[in-house]
């Protein structure tokens, strides 16, 4: 049944510094949503925020943010290991779900939450928001059409210094479940699954420092097999000085790249190599215009919402993420 409501109300799940920079105005500017609701750990913080951003609801726990009547879905921004048990306890509120990814801190929590989602007959979907993205839509597109050849090999970089960012909890095992591999390494890992529309069958991994039960690694390099033989390479790091994207796929008879392929609100140069004989015989180089792709994802759950259909980025997805990202941490 579809719903007879114009704008899905939504609260913030954790919101920190992420959240006011880059959620709270994509629910703002979605033309199908609002926000209502935020919560924070601290009631007086959580009022201050809220009074500083005209947001009529806040609150200190999960619960009684999604217990209020007035908030139909939450956008889960808190610590990975927070989101299994907030976005179950949004489930068994009646509450959809839009949760940040990784999805969660292991598989078997990310079964756990679409098992929630599913017995509460609610909406989940995973803030893979690069399956949005025109360039990541182009290079599946080109991948798909044959052009390239047999794909034999795909690659993906994800690196910044997250010595400087204020989510500290990104260094604690604990709180995150992992380092870049969940933090970054999921947004290259996510892509390639995507545009080669192909599974993961193998995963090896090296991470450096060898994690600890408190402390993540700092760098990590993934060496992939996909079911239909393509090899894959995943390179993500916290250390590296300056920000750093790039992912490309190359098949028998040619090439498609990006580099800063997670941007968004920008115009990003798609390049495509086509060979013949060994040799390069044409290149074509495109200017995609990348909108707010977090203003997508959130306008696309609505929508699912609203219609009573599927999201794009439902909680399956996450959990084929999910299963590679437990693989890679087992090194």
């Known amino acids: ?118 017995a509460a007959n609610v909406k989940l979907m995973v803030g893979h928001m690069l399956r949005f993205s025109p360039l990541v839509r182009k290079m599946k597109k080109i991948v798909q059409s044959g052009m390239l050849g047999d794909i034999i090999f795909a690659n993906a970089e994800f690196m910044y210094d997250a010595r400087i960012s204020p989510r500290s909890w990104l260094f604690d095992m604990k709180l995150a479940g992992g380092g870049p591999v969940f933090d970054i390494g999921v947004h290259c890992l996510d892509t390639l699954r995507f545009a080669l529309q192909d599974e993961v069958e193998v995963t090896k991994s090296v991470l450096l420092p060898k994690p600890t039960e408190t402390h993540t690694e700092h760098s990590a390099k993934l060496a992939l097999q996909f079911s239909r033989g393509t090899l894959g390479s995943i390179y993500c790091s916290f250390d590296a000085p300056f920000r750093r994207t790039f992912v490309e796929i190359i098949g028998t008879q040619g090439s498609v790249s990006a580099s800063d392929f997670t941007h968004n609100n920008a115009i990003v140069p798609l390049t495509v190599n086509l060979c013949k004989d060994g040799k390069k015989e044409k290149t074509e180089i495109e200017e995609i215009e990348i909108p707010n792709l977090y203003v997508e994802e959130v306008t696309n759950l609505s929508e699912s919402i609203l219609k009573n259909t599927e999201p794009v980025v439902p909680g399956s997805v996450g959990l084929q993420n999910q299963i590679v990202l437990d693989a890679a941490m087992k090194m």
């Open 1 to 118: 049944m579809e719903s007879t409501k114009d704008k899905i109300r939504y609260g913030i799940v954790g919101f920190g510094l992420f959240a006011e920079r880059a959620i709270a105005p994509a629910i703002s500017a979605s033309p199908n949503s609002e926000l209502v609701a935020i919560q924070k750990r601290s009631l007086s913080a959580a009022k201050e925020k809220a009074n500083e951003y005209h947001i009529p609801l806040a609150f200190d726990s999960v619960e009684k943010l999604v217990a209020h009547r007035d908030v139909d879905a939450v956008f889960i921004v808190s610590a990975n290991a927070g989101h299994c048990n907030e976005t179950v306890a949004a489930a068994n509120a009646g509450k959809h779900v839009l949760v940040e990814k990784p999805m969660a801190m292991n598989a078997a929590e990310a079964r756990r939450m679409i098992d929630a989602c599913r």
